[in-house]
Structures are given as C-alpha cells and as structure tokens.
C-alpha cells in the first residue's frame, strides 16, 4: 500500500512540473465559461439585434404596402424595370427582388434560398404579401358588412409551454458538459502517457522496475495517479460551468428563466459521476498507452476516447430520444447521467445501470491492464 502511495506522489508531482502537459490538462476546464459567456453574448446580439433588409421591386407601392415594409423593417428600392432589378442583386445591392404582374395578379419572389440570408429574406417577403393579403380580405369584408370578429375569431387560443428553459442554453449546456468529461480524458491521457509510453521511450520504466517495488503496485500507482488527476480537471470543470452559467443569467437575458438543479442531490450525484468517469476513463486511457512504443503512438491511440465524448453533444444536438440502453455505452452514460441530475430528470433504474455498468467495465479493465503489464512485450519497447 505504501509502494502504491509513493507511486501516486512520484506521478502525480511529475505531471504538475510539466507546464506544457498542465495547461492541456486543463484547457476544457477554462474553455467552458469563455464558450458559454462568448456564445451566451453572440446570441444576446443575434436576437436583440434589429436586421434591416433591403429588397428591389418594380411597381407602386399604395400606402398601405408602405406602412407594412415600414413596420416590417423593410427597406426596398423601386426600379423602372426587371432587368435593373436583376443586375442590382447580381452587384449585391438588394438581398432579393419582388416582381408584380398587374395583368395575372401574379407576384413573383426571387431569393436564393440556399443561403441564410436568402431564406430570411424570402420569409420577410412572403410576411409582407401575408399582410397586405389580409387587409385586403378585411377590407372586403366589411365592404360587405361582415362582422369580422366573427369571421375570424371562432375559438381562442392560449399557449403552455412545457420545457420551461431556452433550447439555445440547454445545447449549450449540454456541449458544456461534453466538455466536462473532455476534461477526464484529456486529463487522464496525459497522466497515463506520461506514465507509460513517455517513460518506455525514455527507458526510465526499465530502471523503475529494479526498484523494490511489485509491478502490481506499480500499475495501480499509476492507474489511480491518473484517477486523482482526472477528478481534479472534472471538479474544476464543473464548478466553471455552474459559475458561468450563473453570471452568464446576471448579465444575459437569454439565460434568464434558465432553470437547473443545483440541490445537495445533484450536487453529491454529480461528483459521484465524474468520479466514477475518471476511474473508467482512467483505466482505459491507461490500457490503451500500455501497446504503445513512443509518445506519437500513444497519442494516436488516445484520441478514440476524445471521439466517443463528442457523441453525447451531437445527440443533443439533434435531440435524439434517449432509451435505456444508452446508459450502457461507457463515457456516453456519465454525459447523459449528468444532464438528467442537473434538469431532475434523474431515474433510479438509469442511475443503477450506469453505476453497475462501470463497476463491471472497471473490474475488467483492471484485470487486462495487470496481465498487460506482466507481459514483456508490454513492459519495454525492444
């Protein structure tokens, strides 16, 4: 037990002398409030922002049309005919053009709808002819002397929202956490290169070993260094996003009303996660690093962790229906158990498949890394 203490002490005090290796550790970390705060002030913008658009049309407006681009926002320009219009938007001047055949009664829309600004521009274009459209049917109504709360008022509508939180801060929330587990592998990949591949390039493995100490030890030393480290990055992550989301509501209108659980519960299960996330990811990264011969390799074989954590943030993404199978996939779980602790959609059944899942995928991993490093083909590079 002492042998494995000393182990830890020798790992983890090199890791913290490497500054290089220190700042990649907690790159994700730090990376967390700049994104919420940075995208949290983009959308702010994006939505408050007022957008004037302007478009080309070739007729008269009547007052009526003028009021609707005016309230719309609206700008346009009138020319004397299509060509003219044409060439405007070819130089870039208008976003699109609107043609009027008085003859058919025909409005004709040209946009690029293949782009964004393209596809608002036709949505503002085809809101305005909503509009106008409309006058035009009340105007003939009540030339007609038709009642139009009665023509158009046969029920009422009343709107419940059931998600009582902003889609925007939930993704963001969602890829924060993403960033969390990132935190774990970057932090224990580190840790377990440079307590087996670096030191196999160096030869300084093969010195270690003529020390009085069992390789036993020796691997669960290190396996646990990587642990500790890993929990490390996890708990700074973690207390950044909760920071972040919080000045983030003080400053942002757009995370206002954004509501997550922050009880003693989701708190203790949080940790918990994370904790069990570093002893997993711990193992693999360390049983991984363990075929490799040099730094390159090791690296290489590392960043397979690094691609199963981006799962869980394309699922939120796309909002993809969890089932409870998902919560058997390694790495994914703890995003998912995360998420539900925080939004107290948290199932006992979910949390016990997660819990006893990694028990399982933990042990195993123990055992193959132990038989690794009693290999001698694992041990030295020759």
Do not use: W
């Not at 939930?170 to 670096?198: D, H, K, Q, R």
């Amino acid at each position: 037990m002492n042998n494995i203490l000393i182990t830890i002490k020798k790992e983890i005090r090199s890791i913290f002398r490497d500054k290089k290796a220190l700042m990649a550790m907690f790159v994700y970390p730090i990376l967390i409030p700049v994104m919420v705060i940075l995208y949290g002030s983009i959308y702010e913008n994006v939505d408050t922002e007022e957008v004037t658009y302007t478009i080309g049309i070739d007729y008269d407006l009547n007052t009526e049309e003028e009021s609707i681009f005016k309230e719309m926002n609206i700008n346009y320009i009138k020319y004397d005919n299509f060509q003219d219009m044409e060439k405007s938007y070819k130089d870039n001047e208008i976003e699109g053009y609107l043609s009027y055949n008085k003859k058919d009664n025909i409005y004709n829309i040209y946009v690029n709808t293949g782009s964004s600004s393209g596809l608002t521009t036709y949505e503002i274009i085809n809101n305005y002819l909503e509009t106008y459209s409309n006058f035009l049917t009340n105007e003939y109504l009540i030339s007609e002397n038709i009642d139009l709360d009665k023509a158009y008022n046969h029920f009422t509508i009343e709107e419940h929202e059931l998600n009582e939180n902003n889609y925007f801060v939930v993704l963001l929330f969602g890829i924060s956490l993403t960033y969390v587990i990132l935190s774990i592998c970057i932090a224990t990949s580190n840790m377990a290169i440079s307590t087996t591949a670096t030191e196999k390039e160096n030869g300084t493995l093969e010195t270690i070993l003529t020390f009085p100490i069992k390789k036993k030890e020796l691997i669960l030393g290190k396996y646990f260094s990587s642990v500790i480290v890993g929990f490390i990055a996890s708990l700074i992550s973690l207390i950044f996003l909760v920071l972040s989301l919080f000045i983030g509501s003080k400053f942002y209108e757009v995370f206002s009303g954004f509501n997550i659980n922050l009880s003693l519960f989701s708190i203790l299960g949080s940790i918990i996660t994370v904790f069990g996330a570093s002893i997993f990811i711990g193992g693999v990264a360390l049983l991984l690093t363990a075929f490799a011969r040099s730094y390159k390799e090791a690296q290489s074989k590392i960043s397979l962790i690094n691609m199963i954590c981006m799962i869980p943030m394309f699922i939120s993404i796309l909002e993809v229906k969890i089932s409870t199978i998902y919560y058997l996939i390694p790495i994914c779980n703890f995003e998912q158990i995360l998420n539900d602790l925080f939004f107290n959609n948290i199932s006992i059944i979910n949390i016990l498949i997660t819990l006893i899942s990694t028990i399982i995928y933990t042990a195993i991993l123990i055992i193959f890394i132990i038989k690794a490093y009693n290999s001698e083909k694992i041990l030295f590079t020759d």
